[in-house]
């Protein structure tokens, strides 16, 4: 590589990670209630004109709406919200420190499967009930896969505009059934929810067909399961990034 380059490389990471690292410092999740279409109004205008990032959908009146505030951007929004008389409540302080301690979890959970695998000769990776990055999750697909190959088999869709593979799992006990059920998750990148309810629904599906529960039994002797937990990888790859500010540490 180019010394010169390498050394540009190296020096626009640091302040890159450097920015990312501090980027959520200070910045609020203010919970504002609007009480009337006036407010309704004025909250709709600012999501689509300012660069406020809105949580929670602008529905109806008495509906609080949660909204992340940068923190050199607080004090004008709180004139704001008392000049139209809009009430409010700070729910998150500082949204650095909330994103620290989630972040910390994950990369101890990281570690201790990482220790698992390499040091202990354990290879099962249990992500049921947690949100883990896509390359976890087509881990966990594959050892599924891996344990009964004959019903369970890990299929590729194709490439995602940045070029990942997309995976999706297949659940066929009957090679006979014409009857497939498709459920797909994660088209958004900010979906945490359902990329872990698709995993949460194999890991169901698999282990109450092999204990004999007899709804799960009578399903799958009759229909094919395919589940895509996440259609849009480049987006779930985004977000990780963006919230655990992991920029010089490959996640994906």
Known sequence: MNRPFFFVFI?????????ANRLYVNDKLVRV???????????????????????TEITRPNKPVDIHINANEFGQYV???????????????????IIDIE????????FMRQIESRWLGQTKIDIVGKYVSYNDIVTYMQEK?????????????GNSHEGRSMKLISIQYNPSSTRNIWIDCGIHAREWITP???VWMIDNLIEDY???????????????????????????????????????????
Request: glycine content about 0%; aromatic content about 10%.
């Open 11 to 19: 020096l626009i990471s640091i302040v890159i990670c450097d920015e």
């Open 33 to 55: 209630e609007p009480l009337t279409d006036e407010h309704i109004k004025y909250l709709q205008d600012l999501e689509m004109n300012s660069s406020l990032d809105f949580w």
């Open 79 to 97: 004139s704001e919200f008392d000049q139209y008389s809009i009430p409010f409540n700070v729910v998150v302080d500082d949204l650095q420190t």
């Open 103 to 110: 972040r910390q979890q994950i990369e101890r959970d990281d």
């Open 145 to 157: 896969a891996n344990n009964d190959p004959t019903h369970i088999k890990v299929r590729d869709m």
């Open 196 to 198: 872990a309810m698709c």
């Open 210 to 252: 092999n204990n004999n529960n007899p709804t799960i039994r009578d399903l799958l002797n009759y229909w094919t399961v395919y589940i895509a937990p996440v259609l849009n990888p480049d987006g779930k790859k985004l977000i990780i990034a963006e919230i655990y500010f992991i920029l010089c540490l490959f996640i994906i």
